[in-house]
């Protein structure tokens, strides 16, 4: 069974600063995907970042980049110049590859981007 | 991208009664839809897994008889919650995947209150 550890349950950052929201787990597969969710108040899942793990290269995506640790099982989203609409629960993500595997979530990280 | 449609977002009934959720892939065959229970400040809890004209795989401890879940076609995946009680008041959201690894498309979600 997988497991993914978000180990800050809240954060707060200054508009514009950066802040980076860790995520450990736990598999004995070979294969997978790690994601980063935003739930913003309205409570839309909304995906921010995948990361297939046979990739060296750490996803970015715009604002939002990853650093990947494969050996230490390590998976952190950063988050550069922080907006106001960053505020939102953030959930770190599992998923094997091949066919439609269920996901595992992390409990979460509440982050307040502060004006 | 992908999306999935929810409905209804919010919903009131009476204890005793039931209470159908229906998600829609608007864009996209959904072979697999994932359905989870979110409590406040919670973490999503996967409650089963539907599968396309087959019978839906439920998690430990999710009771099959309450939880209906039906997915007729490759659009369509519903949850009945029957008999409703005021225990059963939460956030259910569903979500499935457009192609293995390219992240699970979330519905906006269905908050439901039992009084």
């Given at each position: 069974?997988?497991?993914?550890?978000?180990?800050?349950?809240?954060?707060?950052?200054?508009?514009?600063?950066?802040?980076?929201?860790?995520?450990?787990y736990?598999?004995?597969?070979?294969?997978?995907?790690?994601?980063?969710?935003?739930?913003?108040?309205?409570?839309q899942?909304?995906?921010?970042?995948?990361?297939?793990?046979?990739?060296?290269?750490?996803?970015?995506?715009?604002?939002?980049?990853?650093?990947?640790?494969?050996?230490?099982?390590?998976?952190?989203?950063k988050?550069?110049?922080?907006?106001?609409?960053?505020?939102?629960?953030?959930?770190?993500a599992?998923?094997?590859s091949g066919?439609?595997?269920?996901?595992?979530?992390?409990?979460?990280?509440?982050?307040?981007?502060i004006? | 991208?992908a999306?999935?449609?929810?409905?209804?977002?919010?919903?009131?009934?009476?204890?005793?009664?039931?209470?159908?959720?229906?998600?829609?892939?608007?864009?996209?065959?959904?072979?697999?839809?994932?359905?989870?229970?979110?409590?406040?400040?919670?973490?999503?809890?996967?409650?089963?897994?539907?599968?396309?004209?087959?019978?839906?795989?439920?998690?430990?401890?999710?009771?099959?008889?309450?939880?209906?879940?039906?997915?007729?076609?490759?659009?369509?995946?519903?949850?009945?919650?029957?008999?409703?009680h005021?225990?059963?008041?939460?956030?259910?959201?569903?979500?499935?995947?457009?192609?293995?690894?390219?992240?699970?498309?979330?519905?906006?979600?269905?908050?439901?209150?039992?009084?």
């Amino acid at each position: 069974a997988q497991t993914v550890t978000q180990s800050q349950p809240e954060m707060s950052v200054q508009e514009a600063e950066t802040v980076t929201l860790s995520c450990t787990y736990d598999t004995s597969e070979s294969n997978y995907y790690l994601f980063w969710y935003k739930q913003p108040p309205s409570r839309q899942m909304i995906l921010v970042i995948r990361q297939e793990a046979y990739k060296q290269q750490n996803a970015t995506e715009n604002r939002f980049s990853v650093n990947f640790q494969k050996a230490a099982k390590s998976f952190s989203l950063k988050i550069s110049d922080s907006q106001l609409g960053d505020t939102a629960m953030y959930f770190c993500a599992f998923g094997v590859s091949g066919g439609y595997q269920k996901v595992t979530f992390g409990i979460g990280t509440k982050l307040q981007v502060i004006p | 991208g992908a999306v999935v449609s929810q409905h209804p977002s919010r919903v009131i009934c009476k204890s005793g009664t039931s209470v159908k959720i229906e998600c829609r892939s608007l864009d996209f065959q959904a072979t697999t839809m994932f359905w989870y229970r979110q409590f406040p400040k919670k973490s999503l809890m996967l409650m089963a897994t539907s599968n396309e004209g087959s019978k839906a795989t439920y998690e430990q401890g999710v009771e099959k008889d309450k939880f209906l879940i039906n997915h007729a076609s490759l659009t369509l995946s519903t949850l009945t919650v029957t008999s409703a009680h005021p225990e059963d008041s939460s956030f259910y959201i569903c979500s499935s995947l457009e192609g293995a690894g390219y992240g699970y498309t979330f519905g906006s979600g269905t908050r439901l209150t039992v009084v």
